[in-house]
């Protein structure tokens, strides 16, 4: 029988992270369920898969008229899971097994996978296995290319490496390697192990971090849990911040008599994070912003031998804003349901994600989110991949915004050569669109911002991949979006705090090329080249904050001795200031270096040196990006 694993952990330091013990996600919207079917690892982002279906939807107000819309969707996802339930009750000869999913990278625009061999009588095939730390979160896994280490433009990267890491795709080295020691499964250990881990650097601009992490597994049950404190004093007036977190989670087998329910994995989180930092770019530089949150989450999922194979997650999330004499608070309730059976001997998989959030800002108001799929899982015939889905989005945003659409999701592949596939897909959808989320990515967002569900109607994506060896690999892609309802970024109202802008059609283009060797076992290289070309119908120029260009490149090198040396470089081209402005910040390149020295198994000192040209730069207009910085640390484990 295959043995289920804990779901490992993935540590890493958000700007409001409730605890960074539950994703590895940006915050751009709720992350979705991973499972890696031959490991039977499932990853930590079911955690947050959240739960929000209430019998009648949750309001701050008398007046829920709003939300009646959402009955005869209602009443579709009804119907959705009676029809999924009786094919299960459908004899099949054997429980499919789901598609293998990436490692926890910046995933490209398609879930299509490149075969490493195609045999005649294959269904479906995979990439060959890259097992590099750097790139595998939740065990041995097949891995698109990674995103390497960057600052892009619409990102907050003050404190990045030293505090909080903001850059999305970066991770905490320590913390990979620390849990990729604990891949052991249920009913896999001998006796119980014991680990844990603390952190402590210091560097100029006074920027402490501390951190503690516990984890224990064993046959029955296993937690983790995480303590993370930063500190910055000011590389230039008023850029004071400090952050930090608290979290667990944990999961245990489940015995029962209900072979639904038996050897099924339970698990739950619960944390608490908050940040304080300035408006220092605006005209009050002294304005002060607070952000809270609280989470609460819990899943669970069947085991190999239950006659359904599910996954299901439920979350409650409490968010704060305070700006002074201003308080904004979003209370929000996620489910998160995948399902996966047989059909006529065809594998197909079934997905749900709710989630409803309330805010109190100046007035009150509601937003709702539904999405509904069904769909086959990823199969070759020959040198044809297919992969195809069905998904009914209905949402409800500010300004009385109702949408119900119904697009299709088709991926098609097919082998070139024998270790080259071209890939094609179309994957209309409407975007997420929450409080918490566009802060996350916006920091210096109005707390009183309108939010919108972006349409996508047109999301195309054409890439030829590549495997030239065992350890090299290439991906060419152009992904083409038209956007109904994008976020256009604006501070004219209020310079220094940004608000949304909805009008007219965005269109998105982006040609990306990335490459990924590892040259040696003990080292490897990355780069990505990203060019960009954006338009909006109504201000006839580019989208704000997006740049034209971007280059961001990495390397990795071990010495037998234990010294570990990465440089890195990222590149970031001019661009836009505002939606209702042609002003331009400049481009920047950025170089940093991080050192590591093993003096002893379980001791470490870390070197990172941030910016070493000590370029002065912009990542939000007003704001300066961080100079010149150092740090140096010690990490403990055992």
């Known amino acids: 029988m295959r043995m289920k694993t804990f779901p490992e952990a993935v540590l890493r330091i958000d700007k409001v992270v409730i605890a960074s013990v539950f994703c590895e996600v940006p915050f751009y919207g709720i992350p979705h369920v991973e499972r890696n079917p031959k490991s039977g690892t499932i990853s930590s982002l079911i955690f947050l898969r959240t739960m929000g279906l209430l019998r009648r939807p949750f309001r701050t107000s008398r007046n829920d008229n709003g939300l009646r819309f959402l009955r005869k969707p ?61 790139f595998v979160i939740t065990g041995i896994a097949s891995i698109d290319l990674p995103s390497v280490e960057k600052e892009a433009a619409d990102e907050r990267t003050e404190n990045s490496e030293l505090g909080l890491d903001r850059t999305v795709g970066a991770r905490d080295r320590g913390t990979v390697e620390f849990l990729l020691e604990e891949k052991q499964g249920f009913g896999v250990l001998k006796y119980p192990i014991f680990s844990g881990r603390i952190l402590a650097s210091m560097g100029n601009y006074f920027t402490p971090k501390l951190g503690l992490l516990l984890s224990q597994a064993n046959p029955e049950y296993q937690y983790l849990g995480d303590v993370q404190y930063h500190l910055t004093k000011g590389y230039a007036p008023y850029t004071n ?77 409490n968010f704060v804003v305070t700006d002074s004499s201003t308080n904004t608070t979003q209370n929000r309730f996620d489910i998160g349901l995948e399902s996966r059976f047989q059909v006529w001997n065809a594998p197909l998989v079934s997905k749900i994600q709710f989630y409803t959030a309330s805010l109190s800002q100046t007035q009150s108001s509601t937003l709702s989110y539904l999405e509904l799929s069904i769909g086959n899982s990823p199969v070759w015939w020959n040198k044809l991949f297919l992969q195809a889905s069905a998904n009914l989005y209905v949402s409800q945003g500010m300004q009385n915004q109702q949408l119900t659409r119904v697009y299709p999701h088709v991926s098609i592949g097919y082998q070139l050569f024998k270790q080259t596939t071209l890939l094609a897909s179309y994957r209309g959808s409407v975007n997420f669109a929450t409080l918490d989320s566009h802060i996350e990515q916006y920091p210096y967002l109005s707390a009183n ?88 119908s109504v201000t006839q120029d580019r989208v704000p904050y997006k740049s034209d ?20 470089a990222n590149f970031v081209d001019r661009r836009n200031v505002d939606v209702f402005n042609s002003a331009k910040l400049p481009d920047y390149l950025l170089l940093s270096v991080r050192g590591e020295y093993a003096v002893m198994m379980p001791l470490s000192i870390v070197l990172d040196l941030h910016n070493i040209l000590d370029r002065k730069y912009e990542l939000w207009r007003g704001y300066q990006a961080p100079p010149f910085m150092i740090a140096f640390g010690l990490t403990y484990k055992w």
């Open 74 to 134: 209602l009443i579709i996802f009804s119907l959705f899971v009676i029809s999924v339930v009786v094919a299960q009750e459908k004899p099949t000869p054997e429980k499919p097994q789901p598609e293998p999913k990436r490692a926890d990278v910046s995933a490209p625009t398609t879930d299509v996978k490149q075969p490493s061999v195609m045999g005649k009588n294959q269904n479906s095939q995979t990439l060959p296995k890259i097992d590099l730390p750097e």
């Open 241 to 317: 911040s400090s952050g930090g977190s608290i979290g667990a989670k944990g999961s245990m087998l489940v015995h029962s008599s209900s072979a639904l329910l038996d050897n099924a994995i339970l698990s739950g989180n619960g944390g608490y994070g908050t940040e304080i930092y300035r408006f220092y770019g605006s005209p009050t530089p002294s304005l002060a912003r607070t952000t809270s949150s609280i989470l609460v989450g819990a899943g669970i999922s069947g085991s190999a031998s239950s006659p359904v194979d599910y996954d299901l997650s439920f979350r409650f999330k």
């Open 449 to 536: 911002a309108i939010l919108l569900y972006p349409d996508i109607p047109v999301d195309v994506t054409g890439a030829l991949e590549t495997n030239w060896s065992e350890h090299v690999r290439t991906r060419l892609s152009y992904h083409y979006q038209e956007i109904e309802g994008y976020n256009l970024l604006t501070d004219v109202a209020s310079p220094g705090i940004w608000s949304f802008f909805y009008g007219g059609k965005t269109t998105v283009a982006t040609f990306q090329t990335d490459l990924f060797a590892q040259v040696y076992p003990n080292s490897y290289f990355a780069v990505v080249l990203a060019v960009n070309s954006t338009k909006n």
């Open 549 to 568: 260009f971007e280059l961001s490149a990495s390397y990795s090198y071990t010495f037998p001795f234990g010294l570990r040396i990465e440089p890195r």
